[in-house]
């Protein structure tokens, strides 16, 4: 895979600026608080959340250990149905098929459900510069969208926004492209929501284009389920009458049974209720019922290869909950924008390194944006070991990348392996490094000399401990082995 790169700064550096922005800071603690919290009570009345959570791992799982059987089977029932399925290696194929589509319609504008696929491809801009405008109908879609912002969360793309600024930006962007916001609009939610669904409903009634992505594409039936909470997906589905839909190949389960698990894990882990306002299933085309033209583009974009790496392929079981955001303290802090991808917190620091490689200097730094505490694991509601994807790909990072720096922490960390490899060898080092502590004292180290001063820029560095626990062990047990 040839590295990508996102054109944003690094982790570091991004997350160095945003944790200085107090008011940030503020939105985001209080919002994924809220959320967390609700997630928790929810979850907290199932006595079988543990069971449904390896269900929903041991699914998917399966699915993608047999995806190209599935994939298959999906293509001939949404064909059976009267739809027409697309295979897109990549963005750029993606964007040109939907262009396309899009074009023979004789349409210049669609209406948009809230998509990650989509994001994740640029199809906005890549419409926009063939002429055609695309609308996001989701309230947070349609705030980062008049901003010309870049989404923050998974669920909550303006959770970075608190709602004065909200109302700021509906008074001063939504003249430029459609219904204006009222003029003695406040903050009150209730109104910032109506002036929304003021501005989108011109939209929906004019639409004959909709473009959406799914939550699930269901093989046995060939269904697009789609699940959100404002019934802007369910306008965009059933209202026009050409229908887009773009889906990540690893948004396959196998059967509609299958939905009875995640239907009951998506709700709880995303938005903390117990189902979904509004649970969309489109299934080919119905006479009066609906668009009369439904396309499917399935995207890889780099999940085949992700799918390749034994230990890395479990990031395509996510459901895309945003669960692990909400619970991660270095998302809390850092913010979405830090991680320069549409996917940020926990599971974009897996999922953007494999989707673009590791050989960019973004792209490299995501891993290493993580405590590895392990909150992100806990809540996830298919069992991913997000930490253990951490490690190994920081791992890959040091294995592939050519940078000096790369090439001197594979180098220290070898050192490292080949010391704590040997106890006599541990010993010897343990002993040398006592002697620095007694030096230091309780002062610690403090800053270290370039290049360790890239390590020791972010964290405090301690003096090593002026004796060993062995050297202890040694002094005060060594001979009164009942003591023990
Ligand atoms: S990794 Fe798990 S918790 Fe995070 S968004 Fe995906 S499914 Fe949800």
Redesign the pocket.
Known sequence: MSGVDLGMPTFPDAAHRAVRDAQLRHNLGRATSTIRNKRAAVVDELDDWEQLRASGAAIKAHTLSRLDTYLERFESAVTAAGGTVHWARDAAEANRIVTELVRETGETEAVKVKSMATQEIGLNEALASAGISAWETDLAELIVQLDEDRPSH?LVPAIHRNRSEIREIFRREMSGSGAPAPADLTDDPVQLAEAARHHLREKFLRANVAISGANFAVAETGSLVVVESEGNGRMCLTMPDNLISVVGIEKLVPSWRDLEVFLQLLPR?STGERMNPYTSVLSGVTEEDGPSNFHVVLLDNGRSEALADEVGSQALR????????NVCPVYERAGGHAYGSVYPG??GAVLTPQLYGVESEDTASLPYASTLCGA?YD????A?E?PELLVHLRHRTTRERKGWFDRLTGTAMRGLGWVFGDSKRLGRAQRIASLGGRLFGRRGIGRLPWPMSRWTDARDAPAPASESFRQWWERNRTGSGDER
């Open positions: 998974i882990s996510c459901i895309r909950c945003s669960a692990c955001l926990p599971i992100c809540v996830c509601p298919v991913i997000i």
